[in-house]
């Protein structure tokens, strides 16, 4: 009967060292797949703070695009405006007032006026 039961034995004895192989093998395994979830949950967290700052990037850029809209409109001018102005630009030069001449033939200085 103990002949029997010894190969039984070691029968058990290498199911068990399988088993034993086997397990290591899957505790292996689900620590890769830890690290990669972890992984994954860093790059969704960069990823879910590069898509805010893109956000706010995106509202700045319009709330410029808004104060640019209105400061364009400042220099908009109306048709009769702008008929007024290029009738005053396409008219002869004319000459400056005595007075405002007096006043920048004063203002020119001369080589003799210059300290070297």
């Given at each position: 009967?103990?002949?029997?039961?010894v190969?039984?034995?070691r029968?058990?004895?290498?199911?068990?060292?399988?088993?034993?192989?086997?397990?290591e093998?899957q505790?292996?395994?689900?620590?890769?797949?830890?690290k990669?979830?972890?992984?994954?949950?860093?790059?969704?967290?960069?990823?879910a703070s590069?898509?805010?700052e893109?956000a706010s990037?995106?509202?700045e850029?319009?709330?410029q695009a808004?104060?640019?809209?209105s400061?364009?409109?400042f220099?908009?001018?109306?048709?009769?405006?702008?008929?007024?102005?290029?009738s005053r630009?396409s008219?002869?030069?004319?000459?400056?007032?005595?007075?405002?001449r007096?006043r920048?033939?004063?203002?020119?200085?001369?080589?003799s006026d210059?300290?070297?």
């Amino acid at each position: 009967m103990l002949d029997k039961l010894v190969p039984d034995i070691r029968k058990t004895a290498e199911l068990v060292k399988e088993i034993t192989a086997s397990s290591e093998e899957q505790n292996t395994g689900a620590s890769q797949i830890n690290k990669a979830v972890q992984e994954l949950d860093k790059i969704i967290q960069q990823n879910a703070s590069a898509s805010e700052e893109l956000a706010s990037a995106s509202e700045e850029l319009a709330s410029q695009a808004e104060q640019l809209q209105s400061t364009i409109e400042f220099f908009k001018v109306d048709s009769q405006a702008a008929r007024i102005a290029s009738s005053r630009t396409s008219s002869a030069p004319q000459k400056a007032p005595p007075a405002a001449r007096a006043r920048m033939a004063s203002s020119i200085r001369t080589t003799s006026d210059l300290k070297f």
